[in-house]
């Protein structure tokens, strides 16, 4: 099946890794298999069942190669004429027999039969599977089988098969050496599933993400009924933001894509709602909306019509946007049935400048919240005291929005192990941490082995299961700070002024400050901490160590020991007193010294940040 860039640019963000297949796995071969129902090749019956010990007949793995094959679409159910004198024209096979015949793929016997109800050997199998690859007779100098079963097992196809020469093939082994062909060489020189239109990683392993991507359905509007009438068939493989989930997890309202192969549906359930402050470009013809501060791509020919001259939705106008794969705007929810109530942290209280339709200046006064799931949000806020800090709830429906201080919410502490604190899981929660006005996403494994204070919470609620649904904590990771080197400090010789002058390097980029007063830091790499205003609050230095072993998720140092490695970690070559962005593959067995700095230890919330080198 080809990529279909129509297809991938709605469910690029379906890349989940490997899919499980529910009742399909068979050792490690659940995505194998996923793969081969996605393509056509091999699909369980009604409840999943693929029945892989079963034996394979020469027309049951002829419809599986074509299947495999550039030449798929050539195959059909049935043949208007008998392509051998065993193979009637009304037999479920004779179009995929005949359409092998004539792609070269098989020839048959002496006698002009081809044997469809007879087992098929492993070396029926790898001849048919080369010759989908496109090597030919000519590629066969030993004669066959002998030519055959060589090239076989010099190309890597007879990974994990259980079978011999003169074998019969069981479902699984045909399987196995079909897979194993989109990951070999073909003729080409190309990888077989390149061949086929298929991605494969720098490895030249197939992307499965993509295929899936690919083959998937949608998206369609849950309904709330039963998933059988919203798609077709009853899933045997579920997802909910991305998250392994059961099909009584799925709500009315959520964006729904599916892949009937595989019996997977993939199920979103984010939404924004508020009043509609943007359209872009213009409403001839949307490709993004704005709400409540949050811009997002219009995914679907529906949600563009809803937005555009012909359709019925205006700036100014209450609505929820129901966001699909990516991220994008699929669904739009008029009216009174637009509603959200959101839970986050205040982030700024300000004005922001209007222009109205008559191009009048005016000033409103706007609460910048970050929700739990991470976005940030702008709501229209004509008076109270809230401010930066504090934790609230949002309540937009078509009547307005109404934003309170959040309760006194749930009393937590312990240390964060196997995603669970105080027998509460963090699966599913929206974590932010905050500090001075800014907040970041972090997600439960990175507080996995952290212990969490009382005073470490700002905030924290439970869903109705339980399990906790937000945590906002108050600069715990310290991953609102920004990290990097201090190059230089001078402090000015006139003591009257008592001004200093710092330079500082993050992520390769050098800042100055000049300031009253000085900072207790010294040169090398350090914190920035920011206020609320955006200024610089404190430069702190990081605490340094050498480093044994590294990579891109811990390291070890030499008194401290393991420690958690920075998503964001900054590497730098120093030489001299100058300091070059570098990475870790670069330094790391490049005869260098390393050095690694750390904020905190990883048990109270710290990580490895910058990481320098020297010869």
């Not at 129509?6 to 009742?23: E, F, Q």
């Not at 897979?179 to 494969?200: C, D, F, H, P, R």
């Not at 970050?370 to 709501?379: A, F, T």
């Amino acid at each position: 099946m080809l990529r279909k860039a129509a297809a991938l640019a709605v469910m690029l963000c379906l890349a989940l890794g490997p899919v499980s297949a529910g009742v399909y796995a068979v050792e490690d071969g659940s995505e194998m298999l996923s793969v081969l129902a996605v393509m056509g090749v091999m699909n369980g019956d009604e409840r999943g069942n693929l029945n892989l010990s079963a034996l394979v007949t020469r027309a049951e793995f002829v419809k599986m190669a074509v299947a495999a094959s550039v030449n798929k679409d050539k195959a059909v159910y049935q043949s208007n004429i008998s392509p051998y004198s065993d193979v009637p024209a009304s037999a479920w096979y004779a179009g995929y027999v005949a359409a092998a015949r004539d792609c070269g793929y098989v020839s048959g016997y002496l006698d002009g039969s081809f044997r469809p109800e007879q087992n098929v050997t492993l070396e029926e199998a790898v001849s048919i599977m080369l010759k989908v690859m496109g090597y030919s007779d000519e590629d066969f100098t030993m004669g066959y089988p002998a030519s055959h079963l060589s090239l076989y097992s010099s190309l890597d196809m007879d990974k994990g098969l259980t079978c011999s020469q003169g074998q019969a093939m069981t479902r699984e082994n045909c399987a196995r050496l079909i897979y194993n062909a989109l990951t070999a060489k073909a003729k080409s020189g190309q990888i077989y599933a390149q061949e086929l239109g298929y991605s494969v990683d720098m490895t030249g392993n197939l992307d499965y993400a993509l295929l899936t991507a690919s083959a998937a359905k949608g998206p369609v509007l849950c309904t709330g009924t039963s998933l059988f009438e919203d798609i077709g068939f009853e899933p045997l493989t579920v997802y909910r933001d991305r998250q392994p989930a059961s099909k009584s997890s799925i709500s009315a309202g959520d964006v729904l894509y599916y892949t009937e192969e595989v019996k997977t549906v993939w199920a979103y359930s984010q939404k924004i709602s508020g009043v509609v402050q943007a359209i872009s470009p213009s409403t001839a013809s949307p490709s993004a909306v704005t709400v409540s501060g949050q811009t997002c791509t219009l995914g679907s020919s529906s949600a563009k019509y809803s937005f555009s001259d012909l359709g019925t939705v205006k700036v100014g106008d209450s609505v929820t946007l129901l966001l699909g794969a990516g991220g994008q705007c699929v669904f739009v929810l008029e009216g009174q049935n637009a509603s959200q109530t959101v839970e986050g942290i205040v982030l700024s209280v300000g004005t922001v400048p209007n222009e109205n339709q008559f191009g009048q200046q005016s000033q409103s006064r706007y609460i910048s919240i970050m929700s739990s799931d991470g976005r940030v949000y702008s709501y229209p806020y004509l008076s109270g005291s809230l401010e930066a800090g504090d934790a609230v709830s949002a309540s937009v429906s078509a009547d307005g929005v109404k934003i309170s201080r959040a309760g006194s919410g749930h009393s937590l502490g312990g240390s964060v192990a196997g995603g669970v604190i105080e027998g509460r899981s963090l699966k599913n929660a929206g974590i932010i941490d905050y500090c001075a006005g800014r907040g970041v996403a972090v997600t439960a494994q990175r507080l996995e082995g952290v212990r969490i204070s009382s005073s470490d919470v700002i905030y924290c609620s439970l869903d109705s299961e339980g399990e906790i649904k937000s945590l906002f904590l108050d600069n715990l990771t310290g991953d609102c700070l920004e990290y990097g080197v201090l190059a230089s400090s001078v402090k000015s010789p006139d003591i009257m002024t008592s001004a200093s002058s710092y330079t500082y390097i993050v992520n390769g980029v050098g800042h100055t400050l000049s300031k009253q007063g000085t900072f207790p830091v010294k040169e090398g790499p350090c914190s920035v901490e920011y206020d609320t205003d955006g200024g610089v609050k404190t430069i702190k230095s990081l605490t340094g160590e050498k480093v044994l072993s590294v990579n891109g998720i811990s390291a070890v140092l030499s008194g401290t020991g393991d420690i958690k490695t920075s998503g964001s970690l900054q590497v730098y070559v120093k030489n001299g007193d100058d300091y070059y962005l570098s990475s870790i593959s670069e330094v790391t067995g490049g005869g260098y010294t390393l050095k690694g700095y750390y904020d905190k230890k990883s048990s109270e919330g710290g990580c490895l940040r910058v990481l320098v080198a020297e010869k």
